[in-house]
């Protein structure tokens, strides 16, 4: 270019002798080289600064490295590679056996859990009606009692001193009994109670571990992030991929507004 705008302005000069029927001496040739020099240096001055130009530039790019977020050997691997990908599609898949079968035995554990909750809801109704008889028994022993102590304070006992004592054992052996029945009934009470968020706490853990097998078990399916393309793809159906920040399976770019990187 810089060699087109010279020749450009010798071929001007030239003309303008020519036309112009100049005469060439020591005057007109430097006055013609010398604004030639000032002309041609001004140009290519304003073309550098308004039209730069160079010869290193890179297209920057955000990528995203693709970790999967469990362990497993890759079974299947997306066949879009440098395509674009919708957001949600698979990239690659992990065996979920090991997951699937961890879950299930989650959720049995749960509803074992969930049976005993239920076990001991009903031996605790079962404990409060063994503890309103044996109430209504201590009860009756005791109005039995107290009628046989009231007769012995009259003037003509007709009990002996035998009934009396027997009424009184058999009143102070329905009392033990309720005691006994009260004691159950709040053992019963204390293992309900023992509740965390509403729930037993063995149910509570046991519910906590399946939401996250659950989501384990997701995770074995990897899926594009947003919109975008897979490149670098470092893995193969067969291939062991770990759980590990440092050591990406495969790179995805998002689809993005385009970006130049250069120096001028």
Known sequence: MDLLIILTYVALAWLIFKIFKIPVNKWTIPTAALGGVFLVGALILLMNYNHPYTFTAQKAVISIPIVPQVTGVVVDVTQKQNQLIKEGEMLFKLDPTRYEARLR??????VTA???????ESQLQEAVAITDQATAERDKFFKDYQRYLRGSQAKVN????????TA???????????????????????QINSRLFGDR??????RAQVAEATYNLSQT??????????????VRPGTYAAALPLRPVMVFIPEQKRQVIAAF
């Open 158 to 165: 007709p009990f002996s001193e035998r009934d009396i004592d």
């Open 221 to 234: 399916v990897v899926r594009a992030p947003e919109n975008g393309y897979v490149t670098q793809v470092l």
């Open 114 to 120: 969930e049976n005993a909750t239920k076990v001991l």
């Open 201 to 206: 706490s063995e149910v509570a853990s046991l």
């Open 105 to 110: 035995k989650l959720q049995a554990d749960l």
């Open 168 to 190: 009184r054992q058999q009143y102070l052996a329905q009392e033990a009994v309720l005691k006994a029945s009260l004691a159950d009934q709040q053992q019963i009470k204390s």
